[in-house]
């Protein structure tokens, strides 16, 4: 598999090179704001490139995502979308692109992350009575908030609540009482936190608490690679981690 990286002079670009350089897999071409010439494959500042790419793996911003879904259609190529903090209309961007290339979209490629989203839909199914909060954590350097993530474990308890739930970001000031139907999200940013994401259960006289603690970057560069082999003999389309890991 021949893989163009964007967003390859980042922490996740450094950590899916050296990831990639122990598999049968190449990284042909990187991508990011400045070329650069860190690595053993060439990185471009843009999408003026000559090597033959299957396959584009990208953590780089929501600002790069036009450039990326025109080059992958102009090639006829599939697209693992891992950055964070897309507006509405980047993601109806995704979806109409998606009618033309195979894309994954998710905003967490771990594993474990999407076995917790499964759990989470499941519990908020059968605990009705119970409030639910969702608490975040990251290191003090990542700029959206909240994460990707925090957005996609709110989905799965809506989900199992038959979409009745609200999200309440950044519970701040007074209030008279809770809304039955609210979900708190908390972002804490501090240091080196990698990722931490809670959700809470909150009954009378009892909590259930899943809670998922990511400690090294390699699970995501795991997952975007899982999720690129995925993409390479799939009609367009968008699909998710869920659809990943169903196939593994």
Known sequence: MKILLS???????????????????????????????????????????????????????PHALNELLDFAEKKGIGIVLASTGYSDSDIEKIKSASNKIPIVFSGNLSVGINVMQMIAEKLSSLLKGFDIEIVEKHHRYKADSPSGTAKMLFDSVNKGRDNSLFKLEGRSGFY?????????????????????HSVLFCGTDEIIEIKHIASSKKIFANGSIQAAEFLL??????YDMNNVLMEV
């Open 7 to 61: 967003g390859a002079t980042g922490q996740m670009g450094k950590t899916i090179t050296e990831m990639v350089s122990d598999s049968n897999h190449e990284i042909v071409a990187g991508f990011a704001k400045e070329p650069s010439n860190i690595y053993d494959y060439p990185v471009y500042s843009n999408l003026n490139i000559e090597e033959d790419v299957d396959i584009i793996i990208d953590f780089s911003s």
């Open 176 to 196: 008279d009482e809770r809304k039955e139907n609210e979900v708190g999200i908390s972002s804490i940013r501090g240091g080196n936190i990698v990722g931490e």
């Open 233 to 238: 003999d799939k009609e367009s389309g968008l």
